[in-house]
C-alpha cells in the first residue's frame, strides 16, 4: 500500500517569503507527526494531530509556524516569514494510535532551502 | 521527561565485522525503546521496538537489540556487516502514557570493503 507521502520534496526560497509543506498519510492513520531535521542534529518534534485537532503544539518554534490538518487526513505545515534557521528537512510520520504502541511510518521529507 | 543518548555520531566498521550502535536512556517510568534507520534521501524506518516483552529484539536486516534495565541501555548490534547498512540510524523513546517520540542525535554507520 502507499506510504506517507510528503510534497514538494524539495522547496527553495528566499529570505521572508511564506512556504507550504504538505504531508499526505497512510490511509486510516489517526496520529500524525512533523518532525525537523537540522544537518548534525537529531530530529526535533514540532507537532502531534489526533484526528484533526492538535494537542500539542508546543515543538512549534515560534508562531511564524503553524500547521493544520483536515478531514483527519492530508496535513499542512506553514511557515510565515521565513528565515535561513529555517532551513532543514521537514518530516511527516503517522501512525495508528499513540507512538508506543504503534510504530511511526514516515515521509521521505521536504528538504528546505532558505536563501 | 525521557531523553536519550547515542554514543558516537560516526561509526566506521568493515564489511563482515560487528556493528555495535550504543543508545542510553533516561526516563522515569518504563520505557518503549525504538531504533530506526534512515538510508540517504529517505525517511525513517523502523527496525525494531522493545516493549516490555523479551529483553533481546530481533529486528530486520538481521539486527538485533538488549533493553538492559540496570545500564538504562538499549544498544543495537549486527553480527556482520553488510555494505547495504550504511545509512543513519537513530534511538528513541516514549512512554506508555505520551504519544511524543524522543529520538537520539543519530548515529552514522560506513562501510568499509
Known amino acids: 500500500g502507499a506510504g506517507v507521502s510528503q510534497s514538494p520534496s524539495n522547496k527553495v526560497t528566499e529570505k521572508g517569503k511564506d512556504v507550504e509543506l504538505r504531508c499526505d498519510p497512510i490511509s486510516g492513520h489517526t496520529a500524525l507527526y512533523w518532525y525537523r531535521q537540522s544537518l548534525g542534529q537529531g530530529l526535533e518534534f514540532l507537532i502531534y494531530?489526533?484526528?484533526?485537532?492538535?494537542?500539542?503544539k508546543s515543538g512549534l518554534p515560534s508562531d511564524r509556524f503553524s500547521a493544520e490538518r483536515t478531514g483527519g487526513s492530508v496535513s499542512t505545515l506553514t511557515i510565515q516569514r521565513t528565515q535561513q534557521e529555517d532551513s532543514a528537512v521537514y518530516l511527516c510520520?503517522?501512525?495508528?494510535?499513540?507512538?508506543?504502541?504503534?510504530?511511526?511510518?514516515f515521509g521521505n521529507g521536504t528538504r528546505l532551502t532558505v536563501t | 521527561a525521557q531523553s536519550v543518548t547515542q554514543l558516537g555520531s560516526h561509526v566506521s566498521v568493515s564489511e563482515g565485522a560487528l556493528v555495535l550502535l550504543r543508545c542510553n536512556y533516561s526516563s522515569s517510568v518504563p520505557p518503549y525503546l525504538f531504533w530506526y534507520v534512515q538510508y540517504p534521501n529517505q525517511g525513517l524506518q523502523l527496525l525494531l521496538k522493545?516493549?516490555?516483552?523479551?529483553?533481546l529484539v530481533k529486528g530486520i536486516n538481521g539486527f538485533e537489540a538488549e533493553f538492559k534495565k540496570s545500564e538504562t541501555s538499549f544498544h543495537l548490534t549486527k553480527p556482520s556487516a553488510h555494505m547495504s547498512d550504511a545509512a543513519e540510524y537513530f534511538c528513541a523513546v516514549s512512554r506508555s502514557n505520551d504519544y511524543k517520540l524522543s529520538f537520539g542525535a543519530g548515529t552514522t554507520v560506513t562501510v568499509r570493503a
Open positions: 510520520a503517522s501512525s495508528r494510535g499513540s507512538s508506543y504502541n504503534s510504530p511511526l511510518h
Open positions: 494531530f489526533q484526528g484533526n485537532s492538535a494537542p500539542d
Open positions: 522493545y516493549t516490555s516483552a523479551a529483553t
